[in-house]
T-cell receptor
Framework: KQEVTQIPAALSVPEGENLVLNCSFT??????LQWFRQDPGKGLTSLLL?????REQTSGRLNASLDKSSGRSTLYIAASQPGDSATYLC????????????FGKGTKLTVNP | GAVVSQHPSRVICKSGTSVKIECRSL??????MFWYRQFPKKSLMLMAT?????????EQGVEKDKFLINHASLTLSTLTVTSAHPEDSSFYIC??????????FGPGTRLTVL
């Protein structure tokens, strides 16, 4: 059974900092992994989908890396802004190429002006 | 990114009534949609996988007669909470899977059962 751990659980930083959010998962036989953000009381916004054949995926100030062998993914946020404040969730598949996603508890990020 | 809508965004109902929530993928066709519920400060919990034209697949512990799912078209799935009770109060979120396996989520529906 896939289990997801995200560290840290919460993070508070001043505006402008570069930061790294960590995600580890137990079943490394995955085809892809997706990162989301969730604002309070809202649904999830897809940030990046990284395929197992890729080591990195970039979108604007966001960069996600995937190391299947170690069961880890990281989300790098450059030059953080107050609007980045949200809970960030990584979601690998339940197993292999399963269409079902498994979510951790996320990292709650607060970027202070 | 792709757009998924949910309706209603918020509903308050009396105990014993049924509530229908719609999930639509607005700019792509989704053969597979998913329904989740989320309790305050908790992870998303997958309830069921909804496949167009076939019966939904429910996760262990989710009552299929309680949570009726219909995926009538490639852009619409509905979740009906039947005979709702206060313990069904929760945040319900749907997602739709695109052909590249990327999932897009709706904005969620806050259900409060009095």
């Amino acid at each position: 059974k896939q289990e997801v751990t995200q560290i840290p659980a919460a993070l508070s930083v001043p505006e402008g900092e570069n930061l790294v959010l960590n995600c580890s998962f137990t079943d490394s036989a995955i085809y892809n992994l997706q990162w989301f953000r969730q604002d309070p009381g809202k649904g999830l916004t897809s940030l990046l989908l990284i395929q197992s054949s890729q080591r990195e995926q970039t979108s604007g100030r966001l960069n996600a890396s995937l190391d299947k062998s170690s069961g880890r993914s990281t989300l790098y946020i450059a030059a953080s802004q107050p609007g980045d404040s949200a809970t960030y969730l990584c979601a690998p598949p339940y197993q292999g190429g399963s269409e079902k996603l498994v979510f951790g508890k996320g990292t709650k990020l607060t970027v202070n002006p | 990114g792709a757009v998924v809508s949910q309706h209603p965004s918020r509903v308050i109902c009396k105990s014993g009534t049924s509530v229908k929530i719609e999930c639509r993928s607005l700019d792509f066709q989704a053969t597979t949609m998913f329904w989740y519920r989320q309790f305050p400060k908790k992870s998303l919990m997958l309830m069921a996988t909804s496949n167009e034209g076939s019966k939904a697949t429910y996760e262990q512990g989710v009552e299929k007669d309680k949570f009726l799912i219909n995926h009538a078209s490639l852009t619409l799935s509905t979740l009906t909470v039947t005979s709702a009770h206060p313990e069904d109060s929760s945040f319900y979120i749907c997602s739709a899977r695109r052909a590249n396996n990327e999932q897009f989520f709706g904005p969620g529906t806050r259900l409060t059962v009095l």
